[in-house]
């Protein structure tokens, strides 16, 4: 019981040790014969900063608002959002109500000598308390005892974006306020004027976004140690699409189009046609770089700007690729002096053909009727023989019934092979630049029937 009692009361001799200390500390900037008020002092008296309010009757409430004094950087690379708040912070305290009917501004070191709420940023990257040209907080204290706490912070948070369809895409970013050791049962958060308790976002001007809706929400962290109070605040953010029309999507339709001037260049200027293509597929690969140069390196999803770049470098090297196949068959086709030959024998090998398959198909008309012939009532029946059933075929039969297949399956396979003879003759170009004039038609509206999917897809879905 001794021991008890001497280890209390050095508890207490430290206590009291401490308080001093800190108090001293506190005061040693003032002025010699300056003094605290007789209302501060009252106050201070036999208050404890290391309890909360209503230590043994429930909960402190604290009420929250915010004022959203700038969004310096939203970064898709890192994927956090750089912002300066001002978090305005309010609770009754029952032992600071004093007489009057007036507030009290006080110095915002004295906040050390009061309790605060452990109020921290979920998904905080980076934090600081402004201190230029003294640390940005504000204490206030009313009569009934409702304790005012501002302070001004810049913090880097954390924000998930979906890029699927970047650049025509809108970002759902959230600052969450939790407490940190004080559970459910000991603080409970809550926004002091609804969805108004945060304000600046309408006056607010960002560079490539504009925010499009914002509001607030109040849940519980649910972690292993208990459930802690929750504030969220959620803003939507829409992507300025201007910039990106003039930087990445006209210059690559441009290209596009400057690979099209090939097709009204002769297919025997190969150095002119050439020096086109190959410098538009350059010039296209470095627009498709440096777009990605503001993206995350690693992603597992394909953009709608990837999209696009992507249908652009088709486009440009399918150009190149047109004049390949058209000089080609510029090279294989006949000229002049042999067109006449050439047409000769395409002619005889026709003419050839179809002479064979009509030998062929009158050769099969004989054996038909000389087969109806021998199979009609006027023939002399012939008595079966032993070993042969009445209806069975005779040996003369069957050697005559396997010419007559023979020619049949021959005609059908010669006249196949006709047909497809026909087809290849039909996909041969007989003028090959008729492949520019077909291209100066089908490259520009495919250009642009792919273009009318691709903005109503990405725009309207």
């Known amino acids: 019981m001794c021991v008890l009692t001497s280890r209390g009361t050095a ?69 956090d959002y750089t912002a300066t708040i001002f978090l305005r912070q309010r609770w009754t305290d029952q032992r600071l109500c004093f007489d ?18 452990d109020t921290f940023i979920v998904d905080s990257k980076k934090s600081f308390l402004h201190d230029i040209t003294v640390e940005n907080r504000l204490i206030r204290i009313f009569p009934n005892g409702t304790v005012l706490y501002a302070l001004r912070i810049t913090t880097t948070v954390a924000c998930n974006m979906d890029l699927t369809k970047y650049p025509m895409d809108k970002q759902t970013c959230t600052l969450q306020l939790e407490s ?8 409970m958060f809550y926004w002091t004027r609804g969805n108004d308790s945060v304000s600046g976002l309408d006056t607010l001007r960002l560079a490539q976004y ?49 690979s099209w001037v090939s097709f009204w260049i002769s297919q025997s200027s190969v150095p002119a046609r050439i020096c086109i ?57 006949p000229n002049g002096a042999n067109a006449y030959m050439y047409g000769q024998q395409v002619l005889e090998c026709e003419d050839e053909m179809n002479g064979v398959v009509t030998t062929i198909a009158s050769n099969n008309t004989r054996l038909k009727k000389r087969k109806e012939a021998s199979a009609s009532p006027s023939t002399p029946t012939t008595p079966t023989t032993p070993g042969r059933g009445a209806h069975g075929p005779s040996d003369g039969e069957a050697k005559e019934e396997t010419p007559a297949e023979a020619p049949s399956d021959c005609a059908k396979s010669l006249s196949l092979l006709k047909k497809l003879l026909c087809m290849l003759n039909c996909c041969r170009v007989e003028n090959p630049h008729y492949i520019d004039n077909y291209s100066r038609m089908s490259f520009p509206l495919s250009f642009i029937f792919v273009n009318l999917l691709y903005w109503t897809y990405y725009l309207y879905f």
């Open 11 to 79: 508890f207490a001799v430290v206590f009291i040790f401490s308080r001093i200390m800190e108090e001293s500390l506190l005061f040693a900037d003032m002025k010699e014969g300056e003094i605290l008020p007789p209302t501060i002092q009252k106050l201070m008296k036999g208050y404890n900063k290391y309890l909360r309010p209503f230590f043994d009757n429930g909960p402190v409430t604290v009420g929250m608002s915010l004022d959203i004094a700038s969004i310096d950087t939203i970064s898709e690379i890192n994927m």
């Open 100 to 117: 009057g009917n007036k507030s009290l501004s006080l110095d915002g070191r004295l906040v050390e000598l009061l309790w605060v709420p």
């Open 180 to 187: 940190w050791g004080y559970n459910i049962n000991d603080v």
């Open 210 to 258: 504009t925010v499009e809706d914002h509001y607030t929400s109040v849940s519980e962290a649910i972690y292993e140690t208990g459930h802690y109070p929750k504030l969220i605040f959620h803003f939507e953010l829409k992507r300025s699409i201007l910039y990106f029309i003039l930087e990445t999507y006209v210059p690559s339709s441009l290209l596009v189009v400057l």
């Open 277 to 333: 293509g190959v410098t538009t597929v350059l010039t296209m690969t470095t627009l498709m770089m440096g777009a990605r140069t503001s993206l995350p390196n690693a992603n597992c999803f394909i953009k709608a700007i990837d999209v696009y770049l992507g249908i652009c470098f088709s486009f440009i090297f399918g150009a190149l690729i047109e004049y390949a196949v058209a000089h080609f068959c510029t090279l294989h086709q």
